[in-house]
Every structure is written in structure tokens, then in C-alpha cells.
């Protein structure tokens, strides 16, 4: 007898451990680790996914307890390897999460069974006497036609209806079944050929060559006694319908060979083959270096820390040539879709079929069949956002992680795992290399290469002969005193008239980052900040308030400003749209288009304005940050960066750096081969450092002072934070119970080793039905600041209401 490790797919941390299954004798040869299946789960044995951890020979659960598998998913082919179930269970530690939560974060969307239940009437003739709310739920369901799913009924009567149909079902008046649905999302080709085995054959063949009433069956034998074997497309082509075909495969004559037809996101037809170039002496070291990576046992993380313009992608795609020529595999992740069709059109054009994409604007079944693919060897190559490291590959060689300082690789919903951080635990376990490449890495990253914790390559020089652009700071302040109160400075106006003379085109960048909005004096550049975290303010336009989410200190919103007196203070939040109509508005003659989510919701969207802008079709281009980093438009001469302060006030230490990485990555868009370019940075704050050095593209410089206050502050690299979110659907319980976590969070740090921010009520205090309240926790030490949390959280379990739950995040990204 064989048992069965089965981890059920439901989201209740009760159930979020392994049960032994008994693996009935017709499943015993099949039924291996990574399998889906269903299993009886309960004491109604309700039919329920499942995954398969591990087999085993024996069981410590008693024989008369087990239950046996009961159907295995899949055509029996597993949907996880074991590095990636190994990968979920650290997950699971490492975000405080479920293992069914990573599982379903890991395999591919859309394919998990789906059970409904449904309430029916029987055939019962002496129905008993029921109550009023028994025959009220009764005639109901005679008037939807006799059968209503549960979820209908729970709409109409709410959830107590349940009870009341289960004593219907008790009383045998209805009764309540459950229907397994799925989707496979499958396309198959159909194949016919001719049953020489069957009997009557040939008297088949005769009769329907001499009734000419058979003309269709005469065609069809005809056509596959010449052919062999025919498409169903193939048949319909030779004027042969449906009929026939359905005849001749019932009674046995013909014969049907289906085959899966995977959908293809591209055509090679559209892509030109290109050879690799030939390396500048920075990217044959670093190339050297790589290589000699693939070959040693141990390996390092490479920090490729390039300028805009240095040849990162050629590297990438050098490395991954000398992967496959290993047979091996490689996952190249980027942080927005964007970004997806320009690296493809690159990879493609070098590795052709081998290559594959995927991302949250495919559908359902165009993603899982790339997922397939690389399943079953059919590609190497993976490019997609984050969900693109979860790909099946049998033997990854090399997992690249581009723009490695995008948030973007922090997942936002629960698993809120970090890519990078997945990528660098994959990359160990299955001997990988890992390559992070950015012109400004994050801190923390860069912080580590010099430390030697990673390898770090650096490219100093753009390729090609090109130059970094030229980069002017303009004083928004002086535009507004001599009475400019356009969001465009004038100088910024002057250069794109000459653009447009010229016939070069023009990015204009909205520098926004999150969605916090700060409070600021237009008139000398004040920021409303909180004088004991000396973070600012955020705007709370409900109370017309300002608040700091590090303490929960609240002050009114000031009418002038404390410092100069001036009455321009206001609260910013310019978006694009306004952006693209002033544009409009100052160059009537002039093609825009924009780049935002409200732009990008449709599929393909991405690419069809990238390449409409690319092929001239537009003069200026207005965008968000998507339109920042990796594009390459020779044709680009000027970008402007319209409100370098929005990301500089969101409240979150990160926010310097975030300010820093966007002016530098949006400047790098701007210059040519022949023509350095020219950046427009417009701020009301032109002394601030995180501007000053991106101004003059001193990565170097920047992180020295930023480093600095890390340092002075505890913040990461030198600290950790961990998030407790408190939520519950009635405010005054959720306030309370967030009250007495913070209490306890208190008591416990008698020692001081942790410093306890909070409780205040989240940015968002209210997301779909819930209240929610947040409390921060800094602390040295990350690993024994999660202990700390996760044990008086733990703590405050036992003394809370089911209804309120507590999600633990350690280091976000957003921290306000």
C-alpha cells in the first residue's frame, strides 16, 4: 500500500497541513509528488483539490481512518516540480503566509476545480409539513425551475438559508449535490483516418460508393484512403460536412486521433534573426566573469550595475546563449508588462521558437499553454513579470532579474513575496545563476555587492558611442514668483517648439509614485513634515487633516504657509491626463499620446502605443513611470520631468531613493548616437540630493549620502521593519483589538530592543467592507524582530474574535 502527502487548496490556516491519503491500486503507478488531484475531505467527505507533497510506504494514521485519492488532474502529468515545492514551503516561512497560498501563488491561474453546490427538488409525492421558512425557501426554488445553486439561494435569503435547506434535504424534500467545474482551457486538433480493423469495413466502403445517397461518406473514404490521415479543417476544405465524419465514428469505420494545439503569442514572421554584437572590453569582462559562474559549483549573485545605455540586454542574451548550449533553461523577469514587448522582440529576433512570453494581459489559456511549453521542454526562455520565475523549467540555468530596484517585484496581494528575494532562493536550490541588472540598483542590493555578498560588475560607458543626456534643473519656484503657473516651465515650452521644428520627438515623464498626497508651498517649497519622524504629512481630504502614519500625529491643514507666509499651499496631485491636455492646449499641432493604467487597461495595448511612438507616429509622449526605463526611441531627444517632487513626499524613507532611480532612469530615454540629448528636471525642491545627483547621473554620490542616513537611522540595510494590518468589518472591534495588540507589543519590548510605531488607521482604513489599522515594528535584527512579532501576535489570537485578522508583512515597501 502507498499513501499519498496531500496539502487540500483551501484558504483556512486550520486545515494548512499535510493529510494522508490512501493511493488506490489503478493510481499506484501514476500518482507522483506535484500531482493535483481530489480527494474526500471531511466529514461529509466533500469532494476537494489537492496537491501531492510526497509519497510514502507507510502512515502513522490508522488503515479504517484513511481515505483513498479519488481522480488525479492533469492527464496525470505533475503541475509542480520540487524545486518549486520547495520554494513554497520557504515561502511560506519567509512570508508568514500558507502553504496553499504560495501553492496557488506558483501554479497557473485559471485551472483550479471549482465546486459548486446546487439545492434541488426531488420526487417526493407525500411532502411533510414544513415551516413557514421552509416553504417560503420551497417555493423559491419551484419558481427557479426546481434546482438553484447554493450561492443563488444564500442571495436571496441570506446565509441561514443553508440550515434551512439541509432539513429539506433531512425531511429527503430537495437534496443538495456537488458538481466539480473545471477549465483546462484546452484547444485540440482533430485527426481521422480510416479503421481497417473494423468488421463490415469493406461492405461500408462498397455501399457508400454505390448509394448516392452516401456522397458524403464516398468523399470522406476516398479522401482518407488517398491521404491517410486528415485534419477535421482538411475534410471541411474538400466540401465534406460534419455528418459523415460523426457516422463513420460511431459505427466504428474511422477512427479519432485528438492532439493538444498550444496558442502561440507570436510570430516568428514578424521578427528579423540578428547575430550577438561583438563585446566592448567592459562587457567581455563581465561576460568572463559569468561565465565562469556557470561553471563553478558555489555561486554568487551578480549586481550588473550599468548606465542607461550600456549594454545590459546584450549581456543578458550572451549569458543565456552559453545556457542553452548547456541545455539548460533561463527565466528573464522585468518589472512591468511594458517592458515586455521591447525584450521580447530582442530575444526573439536572437533565440527565435526557443522563447516564450508571459503576463497578466494574456488570456487565460495563451498563458497556461506557455506554462505548458516550458513543462514539457518546448521553450527555454521565459520573459515575464514576477509570476514568470514560477515557470516548470526542468534544469534552470540562469534566472535574470531586470530593473532589479522596481517595488513592482513585490507581489501586493497575499503571498506579498518579493521576486528577488524568490528568485535568489531559487537560483541556490537549483544551481542557477542569478544576474540583477539595473543603472540604480536599490540600496539594499548595492550595499550587499559591496559588502561582496554579491558579485558586482559595473558598466561605466553607453555603447554605440552614445552619451549620457544633458540634464537642467529648473526652480518651479521662480516660474510661479514671475508669474508662470503652467505645469510647464518655459524654458521646458521652448525646447519642445523646437523639437517639434526639428522633427524630434519628446517625452514628457509625470514623476509619480504612489498614491499619498503631500502638502507643499508652491511659493519657497515647504513640506509639511511631522518634526518628531521627520517624515511628511499625509493629506486626508475626509477630515482635511494632515496626518503622519509613522505615529498617528494629526494636525489641521494649515491655510498659509508657517514658513514664508505665503497663501500658495495646496495639496499636489497633478495626474497625466492633465499633463496631455495642457500639452494640447500649448501645442495645438503637435500628436500625443499617453501612457498610464487608464491607457494600458486593453490587450496589447502596451505595444501598440510603444510602437506607434517608436515609428513616428506621435510627436510627444506623456507617461508614467512605465515610460521610464528600458524603451529605447532613437528619435528622442528631450524628456521633461514634470513633477520630480511627488515621489520626493510620500511619506516612506524609500522615497529619495524611489525620487532618484525615476529622474535617472527617465533622463536615460533622452540622446542619440550622434546627439546627447537634453532632460528638463522641473521641481520645487532643485537643492534636495537625491535630485542635485541625478542631475549629474552620480549614482555613486547619491548612494554615499543616502547610505549615510540609513545608517544614522536604523533603516535598511542597517534595520528592519515588519507591517501588522488589524481588519475586521466593524470599526469600533477593529480599533480595539489593534489598541490591544499594540499594548502587547509594548509589554513585550521591556528590554527596548524594538521601537513600536502605531497603532493609526492604514492609508487605506477602509478596502472592500474592511476596516483596517496598522501598527509598525522597527527592530535591528530581522530575523528576531519576525520571532518578536509573530509571538505577541500569536498572543493577541488567543484573546481576539474570530473576525479580526491580523496580516504580517515584514520589510514593505510601503511602510505608510
Not at 70 to 87: N, Q, V, Y
Not at 127 to 145: F, S
Not at 180 to 202: G, H, M, P, Q, V
Not at 450 to 461: A, D, K
Request: glycine share 8%; aromatic share 8%; hydrophobic share 40%.
Amino acid at each position: 500500500m502507498k499513501f499519498a502527502r496531500v496539502i487540500v487548496g483551501m484558504n483556512n490556516p486550520e486545515t494548512d497541513r499535510v493529510f494522508d491519503y490512501r493511493i488506490p491500486e489503478k493510481f499506484e503507478d501514476i500518482a507522483i509528488q506535484g500531482m493535483r488531484v481530489i480527494v474526500p475531505f471531511g466529514k461529509k467527505n466533500t469532494k476537494t483539490e489537492g496537491y501531492i507533497l510526497s509519497l510514502s510506504n507507510v502512515s502513522e494514521i490508522s488503515q479504517e481512518k484513511l481515505k483513498d485519492l479519488l481522480e488525479i488532474l492533469d492527464e496525470g502529468k505533475p503541475i509542480f516540480t520540487p524545486a518549486m515545492l520547495r520554494l513554497a514551503e520557504w515561502m511560506k516561512d519567509k512570508y508568514f503566509c500558507t502553504l496553499n497560498q504560495c501553492l496557488q501563488a506558483i501554479m497557473p491561474s485559471g485551472i483550479r476545480t471549482k465546486s459548486v453546490w446546487y439545492a434541488s427538488l426531488t420526487d417526493r409525492k407525500d411532502i411533510p409539513k414544513c415551516g413557514k421558512m421552509e416553504q417560503t425557501v420551497l417555493d423559491a426554488l419551484a419558481d427557479m425551475g426546481g434546482a438553484a445553486e447554493l450561492t443563488e439561494m444564500e442571495k436571496i435569503f441570506g446565509r441561514g438559508c443553508k440550515s434551512i435547506l439541509q432539513q429539506l434535504q433531512k425531511k429527503n424534500i430537495i437534496s443538495l449535490k456537488q458538481r466539480l467545474l473545471r477549465s483546462d482551457f484546452k484547444i485540440e486538433k482533430r485527426f481521422f483516418s480510416i479503421n481497417f480493423n473494423a468488421t463490415l469495413l469493406e461492405n461500408a466502403m462498397k455501399k457508400a460508393q454505390q448509394d448516392k445517397r452516401l456522397q458524403g461518406q464516398k468523399m470522406l473514404f476516398d479522401l482518407l484512403l488517398e491521404k491517410g490521415e486528415c485534419s477535421m479543417e482538411e475534410i471541411k476544405g474538400k466540401g465534406i460536412n460534419d455528418s459523415p465524419v460523426k457516422t463513420l465514428l460511431a459505427k466504428g469505420m474511422i477512427q479519432e486521433r485528438r492532439e493538444e494545439k498550444k496558442r502561440a503569442v507570436f510570430s516568428l514572421d514578424d521578427y528579423e534573426k540578428t547575430s550577438p554584437f561583438h563585446p566592448t572590453s567592459q562587457q567581455a569582462n563581465a561576460l568572463a566573469v559569468i561565465e565562469k559562474q556557470l561553471i563553478i559549483p558555489v555561486k554568487k549573485p551578480i549586481l550588473l550595475h550599468g548606465i542607461t545605455g550600456s549594454g545590459k540586454t546584450e549581456i543578458y542574451m550572451q549569458s543565456i546563449a552559453k545556457v542553452l548550449a548547456m541545455g539548460k533553461q533561463a527565466v528573464v523577469l522585468v518589472p512591468e508588462i511594458s517592458l515586455t514587448p521591447q525584450m521580447m522582440e530582442r530575444f526573439i529576433s536572437r533565440f527565435g521558437a526557443a522563447v516564450s512570453i508571459t503576463h497578466s494581459r494574456l488570456s487565460a489559456g495563451e498563458r497556461l499553454d506557455q506554462w505548458k511549453k516550458a513543462r514539457e521542454g518546448e521553450v527555454s526562455v521565459i520573459i515575464g513579470p514576477r509570476s514568470a520565475l514560477f515557470m516548470p523549467f526542468s534544469n534552470l540555468g540562469m534566472i535574470i532579474v531586470d530593473e532589479v530596484h522596481e517595488n513592482s517585484y513585490i507581489s501586493d496581494i497575499t503571498p506579498k513575496y518579493d521576486a528577488r528575494e524568490a528568485a535568489k532562493k531559487l537560483a541556490e536550490d537549483t544551481g542557477a545563476v542569478l544576474i540583477m541588472g539595473s543603472a540604480t540598483p536599490d540600496l539594499v542590493t548595492y550595499h550587499k555587492a559591496t559588502m561582496r555578498e554579491y558579485l558586482l560588475l559595473e558598466l561605466t560607458e553607453r555603447t554605440g558611442g552614445g552619451f549620457l543626456p544633458q540634464m537642467h534643473i529648473v526652480d518651479m519656484r521662480k516660474e510661479l514668483e514671475e508669474g508662470n503657473r503652467s505645469s510647464f516651465s518655459r524654458v521646458l515650452q521652448q525646447e519642445i517648439a523646437k523639437n517639434l521644428e526639428k522633427g524630434e520627438q519628446t517625452m514628457l515623464f509625470l514623476n509619480r509614485r504612489g498614491f499619498a498626497t503631500f502638502v507643499s508651498c508652491r511659493s519657497c517649497g515647504h513640506v509639511m513634515r511631522c518634526r518628531d519622524c521627520n517624515i511628511s504629512y499625509t493629506y486626508h481630504a475626509k477630515e482635511n487633516a494632515l496626518m503622519c502614519h509613522y505615529c498617528g500625529k494629526t494636525v489641521e491643514n494649515p491655510k498659509t504657509c508657517p514658513v514664508c507666509g505665503s497663501k500658495y499651499i495646496r495639496y499636489f496631485g497633478t495626474g497625466t491626463q492633465k499633463i496631455e491636455d495642457e500639452a494640447r492646449r500649448l501645442f495645438p499641432k503637435a500628436k500625443i499620446l499617453r501612457m498610464d493604467l487608464d491607457t494600458t487597461s486593453g490587450k496589447g495595448s502596451h505595444n501598440r502605443i510603444l510602437e506607434a511612438f517608436r515609428h513616428g507616429q506621435a510627436d510627444i509622449l506623456v507617461g508614467t513611470q512605465m515610460i521610464a526605463k528600458g524603451h529605447d526611441f532613437p528619435n528622442v531627444s528631450l524628456v521633461g520631468i514634470m513633477a520630480a517632487d511627488t515621489s520626493l513626499n510620500t511619506g516612506s524613507f524609500y522615497a529619495s531613493e524611489n525620487t532618484f532611480q525615476l529622474i535617472t532612469q527617465a533622463g536615460g530615454r533622452a540622446g542619440r548616437v550622434n546627439d546627447t540629448g537634453r532632460v528638463y528636471v522641473q521641481t520645487y525642491q532643485p537643492k534636495h540630493y537625491a535630485i542635485t545627483h541625478a542631475a549629474k547621473q552620480d549614482y555613486k554620490g547619491f548612494y554615499g549620502e543616502e547610505i549615510l542616513l540609513r545608517y544614522m537611522m536604523g533603516y535598511p540595510p542597517f534595520g528592519a521593519f515588519f507591517s501588522v494590518l488589524v481588519s475586521g468589518q466593524n470599526a469600533q472591534e477593529t480599533v480595539l483589538a489593534s489598541e490591544g495588540l499594540g499594548r502587547l507589543f509594548q509589554e513585550g519590548n521591556q528590554d527596548g530592543n524594538f521601537f513600536v510605531m502605531g497603532p493609526v488607521a492604514a492609508v487605506l482604513s477602509k478596502f472592500r467592507g474592511e476596516f483596517r489599522q496598522r501598527i509598525l515594528i522597527q527592530g535591528k535584527e530581522e530575523e528576531a524582530l519576525a520571532q518578536f512579532v509573530v509571538r505577541i501576535v500569536e498572543k493577541a489570537k488567543k484573546n481576539t474574535k474570530k473576525e479580526i485578522y491580523f496580516n504580517l508583512t515584514p520589510n514593505p515597501m510601503n511602510i505608510v
